[in-house]
C-alpha cells in the first residue's frame, strides 16, 4: 500500500549552532554540521555574517602583503582617539593612512604586544623586548622607549602579558621567570621601583608545582591570575602589600593570553579543553564540565593543536558574539552569548574566509581587525566589495523513521533578504557528498522550471523585510539524508527561516 507523503519542517535551521560532537543521527535538526561564514541573528535565524571594509588605503610603511597583528584604541584624557598597530616588525598609528611611530633606533622581532591604558599614558608590552609608552600630550604624539622617557624609574619588566587595574599596571611572564607578577607604583606606570611597586611570586600557592603564569585580568575586584593548569584569586588588590590569595582552581587554566575577555558579568578564556567561564569554573571547580564549546570540543582542540600564530579574541555587546581567532587555521569560532543551550554550551558557527589577525571593539561600538593590508572595519555584506561564501548543511536526517528508505520528493525553503543573490541547494543520502544540486537566484517573482527542479519565486515585500519561497524538487532515496546550500553573498542580508521537506517513507530495510 503506498505511503502518504510527509511533510517535515527544520524550523530555523542551524537555531542550536554546529554540533560535530555528538552522534549526528541522534541530534536535534536544529544543530548543523556546517554553519560557515553564518551568525545566529536576532530572530534565531541562521544567516550570514557582515562582511569587511579595509579602511586602510595606504599601507606603504606596512607592506600591501603584510598583515596588521595587533590593534588597540587609546583614548586619552582629552578625548582624542589614536588607533595603534602592529606589523612587519614595526609600530604604527592611524587607519587608513597607517604612519609608522617605531622609536629610532628600537629593532622589535615580533608583532604580539599587549596594550594598557593609565593615567594619559598607553604601554605595550611584549616578551623580550623593551616596554614602550605612547603619549598624546598637546596633540602632539610621541611614542618612545621605557629607558628614554624622562619620569620613568626602575626597570620595567620585559613581560608579555600587562593589564591596567586597581589604578596601576601589572605584568607577567617574563623569559626566566613566568611564576611572578610585577606591579607598578598607584597611578604612574613608569615606576618600577619604590613607592607601592612591587611583585608577587606565586610559587609558593601553585598546588601542583611549577605552573606558567599566561594572562592576568581583573574581575569584581579581584586580580585573577591566569597559569596554564591553575587559576589563582587574589582578594585586596588596591592594596597588593596586603592583597590575600583568596581562591584556587586547580586543573584548569588559560592557554592564551588574548583569550581572556570580559562579557561584563563574567570572563571568557580559553583551556586545553575548550572555552569557559570564570564564573562557572568557579562554581564547578571542575575541568570535565563546564565548556562551552562543548558542541565543537574535538574540531576546537584540533584546530588549537595546529595553530602556529597567536590566538586573538573579542567581545561585542553589539552583535552577541565572543569571537577566536585562530590565524594560521584561518578559522574564526563565533560564539553566541545571547542563548544558552540547556546543556550549557554556547551557540557556535564558524567564518573562513574574513581572516582577522587581531581585534578590538572601539568605544563606540564599531569592530575593527588587523588583516593583510591593514585595518578592517566589520561592516556591509561583502568583503571588501567580493562577494563571500555561506555555507549550511544539516547533519544526517533520518526523520524519527531510521530504518525507513527515504524517498525524497521536494523542497520548500523560506528565505529572508538575500535580493539577487545566487544560491546553490544540495541534497545526499547516506552520508555522501556526492550531492544533488539546483541553482537559483533569490528575488524574482516569477516560477521557472531548472530541470528537475522548480524555483517558484513568491516575493513580499516590506519597508524592509524581503521574503522568498522557492520550491526545489527533489530524487533519489536512501535511509538518511543530508540537505544544505551554498549562497553567495554580496550585499545583501540572507537568513533561512525555515525548510520543509516532503518526503516519502518506503519500506524498512
Known sequence: MAQQLQNVTISAPAFSGINTQDSPIDLDPSFAKVADNCVIDSFGRIGARNGYELLTTDATNLGASIGTE???????????????SAGNNKLFSGTTTITEITPAGYSPTANNWKFANLNNHC???????????????????????????????????????????????????????QHTVFFSHLQIGYQWTGGSSGSLDITSVLPAGEDPIVALAAHNGKLIIFCRNTILIYAGATTPSSMTLED?????????????VSIGTDLLFLSDSGLRSLGRTIQEKSAAIGDLSQNVRNDLIGDIATETGNIKSVYSPEHSFYLLALPSNEKVYVFDISKVLPTGAFRVTTWSSIKPLCFVRERDGDLIFGRAGGIAKYSTFK????AFTLQYFSNPLAFQQPANVKFLKKFNLTIIGGAATSVVFKWGYDYTEAYETQNFTIGSSAAAEYGVSEYGGTAE????????????NATGGGEVVTVGLEANISGAP?????????????RIL
Do not use: M
Open 123 to 177: 604601554y605595550l608590552f611584549q616578551k623580550g623586548h623593551e616596554s614602550l609608552i605612547f603619549t598624546d600630550a598637546g596633540g602632539s604624539a610621541t611614542l618612545t622607549k621605557f629607558s628614554s622617557f624622562g619620569s620613568a624609574s626602575g626597570t620595567a619588566p620585559q613581560a608579555n602579558e600587562v593589564i591596567s587595574a586597581f589604578g596601576r599596571l601589572w605584568a607577567a611572564d617574563v623569559t626566566g621567570n
Open 248 to 260: 584556587t582552581i586547580v586543573g584548569v587554566g588559560c592557554i592564551a593570553r588574548d583569550s581572556v
Open 494 to 506: 540572507f537568513s533561512i527561516q525555515r525548510i520543509d521537506i516532503l518526503v516519502l517513507l518506503g
Open 383 to 386: 568583503d571588501n566589495d567580493a
Open 70 to 84: 595587533s590593534l588597540f584604541e587609546f583614548i586619552d584624557q582629552s578625548g582624542d582617539i589614536t588607533v595603534l
Open 461 to 472: 515585500y516590506t519597508a524592509s523585510l524581503l521574503v522568498n519561497t522557492p520550491k526545489i
